[in-house]
């Protein structure tokens, strides 16, 4: 059977950038799998995409012209429909048997098979590969069904207008981008296939201005990627564009920093961001790199803002100097390579200068006004309509936060106290800014820059520029401990009042990052080591913040406040909802869920505590006597909970087994021992130290009956369970690792 390695290509209006590599995987991986189905491709075939801003591509090896034949057994009708009660073919089987191209003579050949309750005939045939042609079709329409398209456009027709040969402009296609051109070829043979109202040829086009040669006709399919490359002047592949791209920016910044001897002092670096590498590569077909310049006062403006609008707005790569600090140059990938560049390097110059305009006069108007004359605008700024305004929601903010810093050691300080005051009123104050109105994405770092220039410290400067932290996983948490406080009481009023009104995820929705909010508590409360348990910092939060009183003030600016119910009882559901994030992040990090549920299950709350119980539990699960003593721990549960309330208490009177005497005896040399470890913060050695009780355990249960007759002897075996039970589980609830 005839093999040739095969090409598809759809060459179209310039495609979405920011899903230009997922299209381009999509349409291939679709193609290759379907032909794979179809049995058309061999078991070493590989598949190759190509994307660029006009054009989706696959290059698969190994394709065949006829797909190899394949057994089939089909399913035809019940026996005792297709058969009389001689066994002779009713007149039902063979209409059915010749609407499959068979006469009589199958019948003999008909299987019989239960099929469920009853017992059916089934017809063994041999199915023709599908040819080429029309298995390519079948692939291609369902590659471009199952694109992810964004957005669909929808135009009409020039040329090929359908069957019945409608006239231009009377046929509707629906598609990402208006195609222009369909390439299909099967070695150097072209494959009669169509789509979107094009017939497959052998030619397309290359760069829209730099093509030596248009159109351009490709011999076969393996000559694809050279000849767009040579003729074309076109990289098509996405991953070799990204990697020029990357390489000429690499060397544009040495050259700009002054050559390879820079290197040695630092030089210059382009910033690094993979998002926009990524949009770049989708917006050039062959990427020439060029070095710009901007003038040196707009360096006075935070060079967060300058970063931000050159990357956002105008695509370009700030360059950066060995200190992180930006400078007056900047990387522009073009599209096309004059001998002359500079029309192309002054045009973006020009570009540019406008947007840093405003970006500095944004800040040279923002300073005018301190963020402390700012705070009384936040009560005109609606929050949430169950939950009031933005002022409304600093004042809570405010007092979690006074309620968190008076619970630590920092609390003598009055300066602490009072800068974490100060910077949970001004938090959110830059939200009324100019520069913050334009772009979003600078809240939280220009009220830090603005309350260095009020002179507020820069204790409480940072911490207005960090209490939005972590804003994502790997983020850096706040800098110092003023900061921590405020992006705690952020984060919990966030969680508390949204979980107070019933608004909680669900499934894959999560409108209010309350999933983000509750791994940023757990992350500052474990690497920071707060002496704080979560409950008491619930507690606070929801009672510190008067919740009821900013319903009354919400009453009064006219929200549907009378809907509003803060249910004071969802401290529970929302420790759990938290809870269950520490469980997911450390099932994560290769802990069993037999180990994560016997720490969790105690709910510790210093959260810090965690890794250290989760630890001892992993030391004492490889001990020999780790699972009798997690099965006794279980069987002491189950036990003690039948019996309702017991107390903690031993009479050695009533003691009348040696087993019961002589466990007691060892628990009064090992439980104090146990013990000091344990509020040593030595977990894997408490829990050693409890494995020694794995004998006598054993011991007692064998010999003692528990539950006796007599109430008194009932009692204090029970109770001396019950001393046991709480030594045993100070770590972790043994009975989790029971099998």
Not at 240 to 258: M, T, Y
Not at 311 to 339: E, H, M, R, W
Not at 351 to 364: E, Q, S
Request: net charge negative; with cysteine.
């Amino acid at each position: 059977m005839t093999t040739h390695n095969l090409l598809i290509e759809l060459f179209v209006e310039e495609l979405p950038p920011k899903v230009l590599q997922k299209l381009g995987d999509a349409f291939s991986n679709v193609l290759f799998e379907q032909l794979k189905a179809q049995g058309l491709t061999a078991a070493n075939s590989a598949v190759t995409a190509f994307a660029s801003p006009r054009r989706l591509a696959a290059h698969i090896t190994d394709v065949s012209e006829l797909g190899a034949d394949k057994a089939a057994q089909q399913k035809l009708m019940p026996t005792t429909v297709g058969l009389d009660a001689n066994g002779n073919a009713t007149p039902a089987l063979l209409k059915k048997l010749q609407a499959l191209g068979a006469g009589p003579e199958a019948v003999a050949q008909l299987k019989r098979a239960p099929d469920g309750k009853a017992e059916a005939l089934f017809y063994d045939s041999i199915v023709k590969g599908a040819s080429l042609a029309e298995g390519l079709q079948k692939a291609l329409n369902e590659a471009i069904s199952k694109l992810p398209i964004p957005k669909v456009m929808s135009y009409q027709l020039e040329t090929d207008c359908g069957i019945d040969n409608f006239l231009p402009g009377w046929t509707s296609v629906n598609f990402v981008r208006p195609a222009h051109s369909l390439v299909a070829l099967h070695g150097s043979t072209v494959v009669p296939v169509k789509a979107l109202g094009l017939v497959a040829g052998n030619s397309t086009q290359g760069h829209r201005f730099e093509a030596r040669v248009s159109p351009l006709v490709l011999a076969n399919a393996d000559v694809y990627a050279d000849t767009l490359a040579q003729d074309g002047a076109v990289i098509a592949s996405f991953t070799e564009r990204r990697a020029e791209i990357a390489r000429q920016l690499n060397a544009a910044a040495v050259k700009a920093g002054g050559g390879e001897d820079s290197r040695s002092q630092g030089g210059l670096r382009p910033i690094e961001d993979a998002a926009l590498l990524d949009e770049v590569t989708a917006l050039v077909e062959r990427p020439n790199v060029l070095v710009c310049e901007f003038e040196k006062q707009f360096l006075d403006v935070p060079q967060e803002c300058l970063i931000l609008t050159m990357k956002a707005n105008q695509k370009y790569f700030p360059l950066l100097d060995a200190a992180g600090k930006l400078t007056y140059k900047f990387l522009v990938v073009s599209n096309i390579t004059p001998d002359d560049p500079s029309a192309v390097i002054g045009g973006n110059e020009r570009v540019v200068r406008p947007r840093l305009a405003d970006a500095k006069f944004f800040f040279d108007q923002d300073r005018k006004k301190t963020l402390a004359s700012r705070v009384q605008g936040l009560s005109k700024v609606v929050y949430h309509n169950k939950l009031g305004t933005q002022g409304e929601r600093t004042d809570r903010v405010r007092a979690i936060a006074k309620g968190i810093a008076a619970l630590l050691p920092e609390a003598k300080d009055a300066k602490f106290l009072q800068a974490v005051d100060t910077a949970a009123q001004l938090a959110k104050t830059d939200l009324l800014t100019d520069m913050v109105g334009e772009f979003p994405e600078l809240q939280g770092i220009m009220g830090g820059y603005y309350a260095r220039h009020d002179g507020l410290g820069e204790d409480v400067a940072q911490a207005i520029e960090d209490h939005y932290k972590p804003r994502f996983a790997g983020d850096a948490l706040p800098r110092n401990k003023v900061g921590v406080v405020v992006a705690l009481a952020d984060k919990l009023e966030t969680l508390v009042g949204m979980f107070g009104i019933g608004n909680l995820p669900t499934g894959d929705k999560d409108p209010f990052a309350l999933r983000r909010h509750a791994l940023g508590v757990i992350r500052m409360l474990v690497e920071t080591d707060l002496p704080v348990g979560l409950d008491e910092l619930l507690l606070r939060a929801f009672e510190d913040a008067q919740w009821g009183a900013a319903i009354q003030a919400t009453k009064a600016v006219g929200h549907a406040a009378s809907t509003v119910y803060l249910n004071y009882e969802a401290a529970t559901p929302l420790a759990s909802f938290i809870y269950d994030r520490i469980s997911g992040g450390l099932r994560e990090q290769g802990y069993s869920a037999q180990e994560v549920e016997a720490v969790l299950a105690l709910r510790p709350q210093r959260l810090s505590d965690v890794a250290k119980r989760l630890t001892a539990v992993r030391a004492f699960v490889v001990l020999p006597e780790s699972p009798a003593l997690a099965a006794a721990n279980k069987r002491i549960g189950n036990i003690l909970k039948k019996a309702g309330e017991v107390d903690a208490h031993v009479n050695t009177a009533l003691f009348k087994e040696d087993a019961e005497q002589a466990l007691y005896a060892v628990m009064l040399k090992l439980l104090p021992e146990s013990e000091a470890q344990f509020n040593a913060g030595d977990y894997t050695s408490s829990l050693q130290t409890l494995a020694t009780l794995r004998s006598p355990v054993d011991a007692f249960f064998d010999d003692v009956m528990v539950n006796a007759e007599e109430m008194d002897l009932r009692l204090n075996r029970q109770g001396l369970l019950k001393c046991l039970h709480l030594a045993m589980n100070r770590v972790a609830d043994l009975s989790c690792l029971a099998s």
